[in-house]
């Protein structure tokens, strides 16, 4: 057995974007770091793969230049320079309605002239304002929406919205969880449109968008993590899967974690930012029952997303220029959307090509994550003729797949972090963070990796 002579300020378990943002900013505090990572890759759902001049995103396309945590950190790593916005074509988007692409109006006029929703449904919409606030304390997206703008608009634009952000069900998921912007909009102003009306005056942003510009760096977002890599340097160990956590509530340093090689090391503080299953093997005989139930509540649906690149600048009937499209669920179809990457990011493909990326499962399909290479292939040629026109073999397919997806915030889940919360202040030093808790986008990981960084003890 090996154990470390002097003890560290804090051991990061997980390297994926949370636990690789905790270890650099935490650095940058000033503190002592170890990340510990149990795969031969840092980055977790964060890979890019370049073939043939397509760049083949394994996990998130990019992020919205928004957030000022994920600016301070591209600025620390020297990575400004290296932003590709998305290019003006990326603000047409599209639903599909009815069997057909409908494109989503972006002004109260364009939305008026609109085919994505019929007249009742748009009169629906517009008497927003005179509907009553609500008084659940947790409800559904689905319901949430449904009581304000109507059914049609709910399940159209809004299961929309929630299949592009969650891959989810706007019926399972929690709305002061998933969208508390919109939450606070209701409670705040008692209408989500005087709501925006309130905020453009304030120079704030609407209730049902995140604002900003997707963003990415010119060889893809691994970039990202691939600095924080090389900043992290010796902080960092791959292939170090963690056995076992211990907990000496009576010495300064009441961390000890166990290696599978043998070692032990103690630390001030763990930061845990590893899927939920994986907090609950670690922490089984620490946390109380009601903690465990909660770890438990958070879904992970598997997520797989194949890639299609055509040699050819119009491979399919309807046009390939915009950000792409989804697939509400009330849609007889078989995959949840499909982003066109080479209008997206243009210096994703070459010239005159096309880069499709295409996302099936979630909680809505979590059964094709079984489908072999083959089948999801046949699958989404399927589908993309379907809705798209046309049938052209693709030069180029990657499959990526992603057992444990997109956590889902279901009804429940701000109960859930409050236990998780309560149990964690029982322990000193222990924190737990990544996309299962606060936030599913790369942005919320960084912010709430700062937050956690700052609070170390």
């Known amino acids: ?43 977790g759902k964060i890979r890019t793969d370049w073939q043939d001049g397509f760049c083949c995103e394994w996990g998130p396309q990019g992020f919205l230049d928004n957030v000022p945590e ?9 990575l400004e320079n290296r932003l590709v916005k998305a290019g003006q074509a990326a603000a047409d988007r599209f639903i599909l309605r009815n069997g057909k692409l409908r494109k989503v109006p972006l002004s109260p006029p364009a939305f008026l002239a609109s085919d994505v929703l019929s007249l009742p449904g748009k009169l629906r919409v517009l008497a927003e304002p005179f509907m009553p606030r609500g008084r659940a304390e947790d409800e559904s997206v689905l319901a949430f929406a449904r009581r304000r703008i109507g059914r049609e608009a709910a399940e159209v634009l809004v299961d929309a919205m929630v299949t592009g952000v969650f891959a989810g069900r706007a019926a399972e998921l929690s709305l002061p969880a998933t969208f508390p912007k919109m939450a606070m909009m209701e409670r705040t102003y008692g209408s989500l449109t005087r709501a925006m009306l309130a905020l453009r005056k304030k120079g704030g942003g609407g209730p049902a968008g995140p604002g900003g510009t997707l963003t990415t760096f010119v060889s893809g977002m691994q970039e990202l993590t691939d600095r924080l890599v090389a900043a992290l340097g010796p902080d960092l160990r791959l292939q170090s899967p963690v056995t076992a956590v211990q907990y000496r ?37 620490l946390f109380p029952p009601q903690a465990l139930e909660a770890l ?9 997303v194949v890639m299609t690149a055509y040699k050819s600048p119009q491979p399919f009937a309807h046009p390939l220029s915009g950000f792409g499209f989804l697939v ?11 982003l066109f990457c080479h209008s997206i990011f243009p210096n994703q493909a070459p010239e005159g090509t096309v880069l499709l990326r295409t996302i099936l499962g979630g909680a809505r399909q979590p059964e094709v994550i079984a489908f072999s290479d083959e089948e999801l292939l046949r699958l989404v040629r399927r589908e993309l003729h379907a809705i798209l026109g046309g049938d052209s073999d693709p030069d180029l397919v990657r499959v ?12 429940g889940h701000l109960r859930r972090l409050a236990v998780l919360d309560e149990t964690a202040s029982r322990f000193r030093g222990l924190y737990l963070t990544g996309n299962a808790y606060r936030g599913v986008a790369v942005n919320a990981c960084i912010a709430e990796a700062k937050k956690v960084a700052a609070s170390l003890r």
């Open 70 to 78: 994920t600016l301070e950190l591209v600025r620390l790593l020297g």
């Open 249 to 285: 509530e009576s010495t300064a340093s009441p961390w000890v974690v166990k290696l599978a090689n043998g070692e032990e090391l103690s630390a001030r503080n763990v930061v845990v930012t590893v899927p939920p299953p994986k907090v609950s093997a670690l922490f089984s005989h």
């Open 400 to 411: 990526f797949r992603h057992p444990e997806g997109i956590p889902q915030y279901t009804l």
């Open 1 to 43: 057995m090996n154990t470390n002579v002097s003890a560290l300020d804090v051991i990061v378990i997980g390297g994926g974007i949370s636990g690789l943002a905790v270890g650099f900013f935490a650095r940058q505090n000033g503190k002592s770091v170890l990340v510990l990572e149990e795969s031969t890759q840092a980055g």
């Open 328 to 338: 509400p669920s009330r849609e007889p179809r078989q995959i949840l959307g499909t």
């Open 296 to 304: 438990g509540g958070i879904p992970m649906p598997p997520v797989v």
